[in-house]
Structures are given as structure tokens and as C-alpha cells.
């Protein structure tokens, strides 16, 4: 297989890696500039933008989030599929291993709740933590996210820098600028609160483009639904408060219902849209 991942510039930097992860709070996480070859991740970037999200992807619009997504692997095209492919081989998994000091860490091969991500002015995605129990394989436990960005040309005035937030959600520990080939790795906990919560200004038709996917650890029993939470910022509104927290109640239900296969996952995303809409 092609090797798409910028190997080099790992395997010189692991150490270094390494520790930042171990040492970094709010939270473990850890910023990797120029995750993949650059010709690549412009050819895959170019197909992101070239996609028609009315047909193919799913919006996701509700009071906590809206954006475009696609985890449709065999909707791919070349490159994004190059991509995805590296980042679940043996030879990257065994770099997120040594990272994070996880021998047993595994990816998702169906990239539920990941994939392709691209947002365009008004987008925004609210303070959350992720779901920490695959919805559907229940089993898996998660463990970390990483996110990588496709961004060239992005300005400081477009917004959308990924924030990091202290457990109780009352300060900004961090803030990541959605820069082109740059990559954030992290761990997935109860209080790992991130997010762009901020409307996107970027001009109108451009899009804040990335990719994301989850890795996990295989435990010997069923484990129960724990599903995303968000959560609203101090200086936010009471009335956003109030929704947001509405909203979470809603996302249990939805959960629950995809776990035991009450519902599809793109039918239950219409109904979503109906309502909290911000």
C-alpha cells in the first residue's frame, strides 16, 4: 500500500511526541503539523471541496452543531481513501501505540461518528465531550480522537479554532487554528470538552474542511451507552443553557435507539434537524 502518512517526520519526532501527549493539560492531546505528504493532502482537500454535500453527505444541523459529514468509506474518492486506509494500518497504529502508551488500542474501520467534516459560514459545533462507548459495537471503548485539517488559506478572522476546555467547562485551556495538514490528536474522556462553538466568518462558499477518526479499546463485555454531552459556556445566554442541556436529552434517546436498531442512523439525523435548530 501507498504510505500517504508522513512517516519521516514521525519516526524523527516520536519522543518529542511522545511526552508533549503524556504532559499536556487540560487534557492528553497533542499537535502534529504536517500529519501527511503535502501533495496528498491538497489532492484530498480538493476532492472534499469538489463534493456536492446536497447529495451525498448528511447534515448535521441542530442547536449543537451544524455541519456537513460523510463516513460513507465507499463513497470516497482516490486520495480521501489513500488516507483512511493509512490511518488504520499496522504501521500508523503502531505509532499511535507507542504515543499514547496503549498496546491495545484499535481503530474504527467503519469510521461511526467520523469521517469527513466540512462547515461553512454560520457553522459551528458546540463545547462537548464525545460518546465514549461505540453506539453500535458494544464492546468498544473509546479511547482517542484524532482530527486533521485541510484548510489553506485559513485567516485568524474566519474563527473556527478548536477549543480546549477544562473539565467543568469554566475556561478556555486551549485553542488549535484549523491550519491545512495540521493534525490534533487527544484522548476521549468524560471531561474532555472541545469544540468550535463560535460561528464561522469565513467568506461565503469556502468551507472549514476536516477529517476524523476514533480508536478504541476492545473490552471482554457489553458495555452501556455513554453518549456525547454538551455543554454551554459560561458567558452563554440562559436560554442556550436550557437547549443545549434539552438537546442532550434528545441525543440519549437517538442513541439508544440506533444501539438496539430501532431506527436508522440517517432517518434519525432528519428528525434531529427538525428541532433545536439555533
Partial sequence: MEFVVDYKNLDLNRERFKEQFSNATPFKYLVI?????????????????????????????????DLYGLSEIKK??????????????????????????????????T????GVRKAFRGGHLNLHVDFLNHTVNKKLRRKLNLIFYLNTNWKPEYGGDLE????????????????FNRCVLFETTSSSYHGFPDKL??????????????????INKE??????HYRARPQDKLTEHLFVNASNKLQKIYSFMIRNSLISHNFT??????????
Fill in 33 to 65: 503539523d504536517n500529519l501527511l505528504h503535502s501533495n496528498i493532502a491538497l489532492e484530498m482537500n480538493k476532492e472534499i471541496e469538489g463534493e456536492d454535500q446536497e447529495i451525498s453527505w448528511i447534515r448535521h444541523k441542530t442547536y449543537n452543531q
Fill in 201 to 218: 466568518k469565513c467568506p461565503e462558499g469556502m468551507t472549514r474542511n476536516s477529517f476524523a477518526i476514533y480508536y478504541y479499546n476492545e
Fill in 111 to 114: 469510521l461511526y461518528g467520523g
Fill in 76 to 109: 470516497y474518492k482516490k486520495f480521501t481513501e489513500l488516507v483512511y486506509k493509512d490511518l488504520v494500518s499496522s504501521r500508523f497504529m503502531e505509532f499511535l501505540r507507542f504515543i499514547t502508551s496503549d498496546s491495545i488500542l484499535i481503530p474504527d474501520y
Fill in 223 to 228: 458495555l452501556k451507552i455513554e453518549t456525547s
Fill in 269 to 278: 439525523n432528519k428528525i434531529i434537524n427538525l428541532f433545536f435548530k439555533r
Fill in 164 to 179: 480546549l476546555w477544562d473539565p467543568n467547562c469554566e475556561y478556555m485551556a486551549h485553542k488549535i487554528a484549523p491550519l
